[in-house]
Structure formats: structure tokens, C-alpha cells
């Protein structure tokens, strides 16, 4: 299988005084070049671009690059990635989020940590009236469920600070897990993913990667939290909005760990809620269903209500931070439609398509692009079918092409196919 290589260099911003965490990386793949720009712990922003040749996309990447030297960015990776077929944005995400920093950029990623360190103080910045008799009657509840606290083995505080991750489902499968008791679900969130930490009291939030945030992050929505001033309370949740929606409870004070199976993680985390008593409006519990019926019922409302998809559980498995596991599947709601090709790049290889479709009075709307790469000769005229995520505006999301159509006209691929594909956020 040919190897797809692709030169890929990060670049970071953090000004604490400033509330300031920026990123940018520019990826050269052939003749395209992808810029992924945002607030450092989040997917950010990407912009692809299509050159006449290799060399010149190579020029404008050192010139993105550059520009941002003179702006105060310093250089965290200068890599190469390898991908056995051609990557998406969110597979350039992933490969670059695993990848080290480079040797030669540890100075300066020493340095953003000490800024990110100094900023998570704001986290506790807000004016919080501690009452021991809130921990207390928390503790009091969790004891008389699953017993007493137990002290925590050491490095306890330094670890299960990255959330776990979700495989994805396949759909010849999903029949099984809609009728296995042992599996429950949960609408699939489409927010900003952290696990948040409180340690004695002290709230500390970590991307996926791990590290340290404070970027999309409120003081007041995390100021509840503290009122857990003894022990280590890890949660897992993401942030839609303004509001933090908890799904997961990792470590519980010494009452339960990560080890435990996610039925009791849950319990555990309804219970602790139930008793800070957070405003609605700033943190919520995103339950689950159980038992085919009711999960063939969340389906059908998800796909109905034009959600992104469901998540299914393992009620039985235990907590694996930073890692994929089986226990954690993801369901995406693909959609597919047929679009007209407008444009195709220039360079050899025509590394990218842009598409369209047609409203009632005939005019184009235009969807975006789509890679080429892999799929032959696809050229100005062809109508192929693509499958997507979702849209955003008019836009498909992660869009990749199946086939090239050779039964439909450019003109009857109609705008009527992106009704109803815009993904309902609201939880």
C-alpha cells in the first residue's frame, strides 16, 4: 500500500497575562497545503489550499510559518507523518496530537507549560464560600453506596488526567449492541472534550492530549466543583456553549476509581451532583439508556432530531484514560448525497475537487471541496457521490468521495439533499 507522507510543523502563542493560548500548524501534503489554527486544547480551524506545483505549496507553508515567528510564535514540532491513505483533517489532528515535541523546541515547550501552569490560577479566580458540610454529606452519600473512602496509591494526583477515547462502531454491528444488555447508550456531544480535575479543592482542566487548559473554560461554571476541598475528584464531560455536560466519573475521593465499571462510575457521578446541586445552567449530567427498547428509542430521536450520533458503553468496563477501548463505541450518523465537480485542481495529481448542486431556479451552490486523492482521474463534469459528517452553512463536513456516477447529470444533483443534514448541537 503506497505511503502518503506528509511534513507537518506546529507552532504555539501563550501569554498568561494576556489570557492568551494560540496555536498554528501548517501541513504540506503534494501540492496542498492545510493550515489547523485555534485556542490551544481545541481542534481549531482548518483551511486547505490547492498549488500548481509541490514547490510552490512548499514556499507558502515556510511563508505561513515564518509570519508567525515575527508575531511571537515559537516552534513546538517539525515532523514528518506517514498515512497509508489520504488524511483527512481530523486524521492530520490525531497524528500531530500524538507526536512529541521536537528535542530541538523543549526550551520553548518548557516554557508554554510554566505559562499554562501560571494561567489554570484563574480556573480558581472566582470568590467560592467553601461549606465542609457539602463535602460531607457528598461523602456520606457516596459511603452508602459503595463504602467508605479509601486512600489513594501513590502518584494518585499525577495520573487519568486524559479522557478515554471511542472507537467507532461498524454499522453490521450495531444491531448487536442495541440488543446486548451489557452495552447502554448516550447521545453523542459534539462540544469541546476535558477531563477536569479537582484536588483538594484546587480545579485543574486537561485537553485530550493531556495537557493543561484554561482556553473555552469559566471560572464561575467550574466554582461548584470546589466545594470537593478534600481528595481527588476526576470527571470526564465537554462543553457545549457555556454549560459543562458530565457524562463520566473517574475517580471519586478514594470512594471509587477508574477501574471501576461505568454503571457505578455513573452512579457515583448522579450522586455527587444530586448533592453539590450546581445551577443547570452551568453544569448538567447527561444520563443513559438501557435495554434494547429504550435504545432503539435514543436512535431513532438522535437521528430524527439530527443529532451527529450516539455513543454506546460497555456498563461493565472499566475507565482507560488516553486510550481507545472497546467499551466506548461512537455511532456517526453518515449521510451521503451526489454532487456536480466545478473545479478540479491544476497540479498533476489533482489533488482536490470542488463541488456543487443546484437550486430550483438552476443556480449553483457551492458545498466545498473534496480530496481526489486515491480515487483515479475524477475531472471537471463527473457527478460523485460523497459521503459526510454533517454541513456546516452549506458546507459538508469531512466530506469523502465512494464512487464517480456515470447514470446522473451535474444539473439533477439538487440542492434539496442538504435538508435536514445540519447537526442539532442543543442537548
Same mark, same amino acid.
Given at each position: ?23 498554528? &500548524?501548517?501541513? $504540506? ?9 485555534? &485556542? ?41 507523518? &506517514? ?31 510554566? #505559562? ?20 460531607? #454529606? ?21 495520573? #487519568? ?53 484554561? @482556553? ?10 470546589? /466545594?470537593? @476541598? ?72 438522535? /437521528? ?30 453518515? &449521510?451521503?448525497?451526489? #454532487? ?5 485542481? $491544476? ?63 451535474? @444539473?439533477?444533483?439538487?440542492? @434539496? ?11
Amino acid at each position: 500500500m503506497p505511503i502518503i507522507e506528509v511534513t507537518a510543523e506546529e507552532l504555539a502563542y501563550i501569554d498568561a497575562a494576556a489570557n492568551s493560548d494560540k496555536f498554528y &500548524r501548517v501541513f $504540506t501534503l503534494g501540492t496542498v497545503t492545510v493550515v489547523q489554527y485555534g &485556542r490551544g486544547g481545541t481542534a481549531g480551524t482548518f483551511k486547505r489550499t490547492t498549488f500548481a506545483t509541490a514547490e510552490l505549496a512548499a514556499a507558502a507553508a515556510a511563508k505561513q510559518a515564518n509570519a508567525k515567528f515575527g508575531k511571537g510564535y515559537e516552534r513546538v514540532k517539525n515532523v514528518t507523518l &506517514r498515512f497509508e491513505a489520504d488524511p483527512s483533517d481530523s486524521d492530520l489532528d490525531t497524528a500531530m496530537n500524538s507526536t512529541a515535541a521536537d528535542a530541538s523546541a523543549s526550551d520553548a515547550a518548557g516554557r508554554q507549560a510554566d #505559562a499554562r501552569a501560571a494561567a489554570a490560577v484563574r480556573l480558581n479566580a472566582v470568590d467560592v464560600v467553601i461549606d465542609p458540610a457539602i463535602l460531607t #454529606a457528598v461523602r456520606a452519600a457516596l459511603s452508602s453506596t459503595f463504602g467508605e473512602a479509601r486512600p489513594l496509591p501513590e502518584p494518585g494526583p499525577s495520573d #487519568a488526567v486524559r479522557p478515554m477515547l471511542a472507537e467507532t462502531a461498524a454499522p453490521d454491528q450495531l444491531e448487536f449492541y442495541l440488543t446486548q444488555d451489557q452495552y447502554v447508550a448516550q447521545l453523542k456531544l459534539d462540544g469541546d472534550r476535558f477531563v477536569v480535575e479537582v484536588l483538594d479543592g484546587v480545579v485543574q482542566v486537561f485537553n485530550r492530549q493531556g495537557v493543561p487548559k484554561t @482556553s473555552n473554560v469559566a471560572e464561575a461554571v467550574l466554582a461548584p466543583l470546589r /466545594q470537593l @476541598s478534600a481528595g481527588r475528584w476526576v470527571f470526564d464531560g465537554e462543553i457545549i456553549g457555556r454549560k459543562l455536560w458530565l457524562f463520566d466519573l473517574l475517580e471519586a475521593g478514594g470512594h471509587l476509581r477508574a477501574n471501576a465499571p461505568f454503571r457505578d462510575r455513573h452512579t457515583a457521578l448522579t450522586i455527587v451532583l444530586a448533592t453539590l446541586r450546581p445551577d443547570e445552567a452551568c453544569i448538567g449530567l447527561l444520563g443513559y439508556v438501557a435495554g434494547t427498547t429504550a435504545k432503539r428509542e435514543l436512535l431513532a430521536t438522535a /437521528q430524527g432530531d439530527h443529532r451527529e450520533g450516539i455513543i454506546l458503553r460497555d456498563a461493565q468496563a472499566a475507565y482507560q484514560p488516553g486510550r481507545r477501548s472497546r467499551g466506548l463505541l461512537r455511532v456517526k450518523f453518515l &449521510r451521503e448525497l451526489d #454532487a456536480h465537480v466545478v473545479e478540479v485542481a $491544476t497540479s498533476t495529481g489533482k489533488q482536490n475537487a470542488a463541488l456543487a448542486v443546484y437550486d430550483d431556479e438552476g443556480n449553483a451552490v457551492a458545498i466545498g471541496k473534496v480530496s481526489t486523492i486515491g480515487k483515479g482521474a475524477v475531472k471537471v463534469g463527473d457527478v460523485v457521490e460523497v459521503r459526510f459528517l454533517y454541513t456546516v452553512g452549506d458546507r459538508l463536513f469531512q466530506p469523502r468521495i465512494v464512487r464517480v456516477r456515470t447514470d446522473k447529470a451535474g @444539473s439533477e444533483c439538487s440542492a @434539496s439533499q442538504l435538508v435536514g443534514t445540519r447537526t442539532n448541537k442543543v442537548v
